[in-house]
Structure formats: C-alpha cells, structure tokens
C-alpha cells in the first residue's frame, strides 16, 4: 500500500494559547513543525465562534507556513469568502454546532443537497480541493458525490469512542465506506478520535489516502514533545502501511 498522508490539526495549540491570552503558545509554531515530524499537512478549524483558531491564524498559516493548508469550516458565506480570499490547499467541509465541544457527527450532505452543490463550486473553480465529513453512510457519499467534492473524511469519532464488539462493527462500516468512495471515484480520508492505538486498523484500510489527527497529538505532545508525538504516529502508519 502506499504512503498514507498525515495532516496535523492544530487548533488545540490555540486553545492552549487563548485560555490565558497573548501570544504563546503559537499554533504557527507548531505548524512550522510538521514536516520536521514527518507530516504532510497544516489542518485548522476556523469555527463561526473563534474558539480556538482565529483569522489571524489562518492567514498567517496560508502565507508564512511551507505545506499544504487543509482549512475545516462550515457551509456558510462568511466561512466561503475567507477560504477564497486566503486560498488554503484544501477546504474540509464540516457541520457545526455552537453548543457542541467537538465535532459531533458527520455533514448531513443529503440534507442540504442543493446548498452544498452551490458552496463548493466556486471553492473548486479557485482550485482549492474540497471534501465533505461525513458519516460512513452510503446515502451520503452518493451524495457527496452529486454535488461535485472530490474526496469525503470519513468520521471515524463513532469508531473510536465505541468499545467490543461495537467498535468492530463501526470498523466493518468505515471499510465498507471506503470501498464505496473507491467505487464513487471519492478520493478516502478519515478522522476525528484517532490515537496510536485505534489509528491502526484505519490506516490499514488501502482506500484510505489521508489522515488527519490533532487532539491527540496535542496532548501526547505536552508529555513528550510535539515533534516526538507527530513523529511516532508517522512510523505507525509506515509501519501499517509497510512503508520504510
């Protein structure tokens, strides 16, 4: 199989940053990091709410940073104009709710159809390469499919939170997912939830082209460092991958 990417989210850092306001620690910092630790990729999630990455940031990430911006956002005009003014790499497409602490659940693509068609054409038309976060569900890959994304991020949250013989069964949905996206001509991407441990049996998934990680990683780094963090999840997935 070959190479899987790794995109590095890293909002978190920002979070790190806003609980005490000022300027440290820099979530550009840590996106300068990245390919020393062996990722492909700059994720960032500007949330309606600031929460945690701000404009600022994703500017200075789409003109200071050396490596693909992959920018998750919701399906609003606002979060549109700033993806075409700054024109990151990529735009992931996610739902979001305001009362919610994380991502909760994939886009509902079939739901909003027409609206999504309209949004993710001119983000193509600029050249940014667009999917959707979805759920594992073959109506909405279909779906995802009409309304013109070229690639989908699979939501493996409900994989990594479930337990036994649940998980199993989660995991038979996102291969099953993945072999739809195959089929679809969907380029496959996973994420949400994943650790060194749970990330294996997705990596393993030959569909599966990118993954992108950022909580745990975060985390992991307050302990070890975050090149350290970065870098082993990469050995991981060459190691799953038989990548030397």
């Given at each position: 199989?070959?190479?899987?990417?790794l995109?590095?989210?890293?909002?978190h850092v920002a979070?790190?940053?806003?609980?005490?306001?000022g300027?440290?620690?820099d979530?550009?910092r840590a996106?300068?990091?990245i390919?020393?630790?062996g990722?492909?990729?700059v994720?960032?999630?500007?949330r309606?709410d600031?929460?945690?990455?701000?404009?600022?940031d994703?500017?200075?990430i789409?003109?200071?940073v050396?490596?693909?911006?992959?920018?998750?956002m919701?399906a609003?005009a606002e979060?549109q104009?700033?993806?075409?003014?700054?024109r990151?790499?990529a735009c992931?497409?996610?739902?979001?709710?305001?009362?919610?602490r994380?991502?909760?659940?994939?886009?509902d693509?079939?739901g909003?159809e027409?609206?999504?068609?309209?949004?993710?054409k001119p983000?193509?038309?600029?050249?940014?390469?667009v999917?959707?976060?979805?759920?594992?569900e073959?109506a909405?890959?279909?779906?995802?499919?009409?309304?013109?994304?070229?690639c989908?991020?699979?939501?493996t949250g409900?994989?990594?939170?479930a337990t036994?013989?649940?998980?199993e069964r989660?995991?038979?949905?996102?291969?099953?997912?993945?072999?739809l996206?195959?089929?679809?001509?969907?380029e496959?991407?996973?994420?949400?939830g994943?650790?060194?441990?749970?990330?294996r049996p997705?990596?393993?998934?030959?569909?599966?082209?990118?993954?992108?990680?950022?909580?745990?990683?975060?985390?992991?780094?307050?302990?070890?460092g975050?090149?350290?963090a970065v870098?082993?999840m990469?050995?991981i997935?060459d190691e799953?991958?038989?990548v030397s």
């Open positions: 199989m070959r190479r899987i990417r995109g590095v989210n890293i909002d979070t790190l940053r806003n609980a005490r306001g300027s440290h620690p979530p550009i996106a300068w990091l390919r020393e630790a990722g492909d990729q994720t960032a999630h500007l309606e600031r929460r945690h990455i701000t404009d600022s994703v500017e200075r789409a003109r200071e050396d490596l693909p911006f992959n920018l998750e919701a609003t979060m104009a700033i993806a075409l003014r700054i990151p790499h992931c497409i996610v739902p979001e709710r305001r009362e919610e994380t991502t909760e659940s994939g886009l693509v079939v909003q027409a609206h999504l068609r309209a949004f993710v983000l193509l038309d600029a050249g940014i390469r999917s959707l976060f979805v759920d594992p073959p909405q890959l279909e779906a995802a499919r009409r309304v013109g994304a070229p989908v991020e699979l939501h409900t994989y990594c939170n036994g013989e649940a998980r989660e995991l038979r949905r996102l291969a099953e997912g993945a072999r996206c195959a089929a679809l001509g969907l496959c991407h996973a994420g949400h994943l650790d060194y441990d749970n990330v997705v990596a393993a998934l030959p569909e599966v082209v990118e993954l992108n990680i950022g909580h745990f990683l975060i985390g992991e780094a307050i302990f070890v975050f090149v350290p870098r082993r990469r050995e997935l799953v991958r038989g």
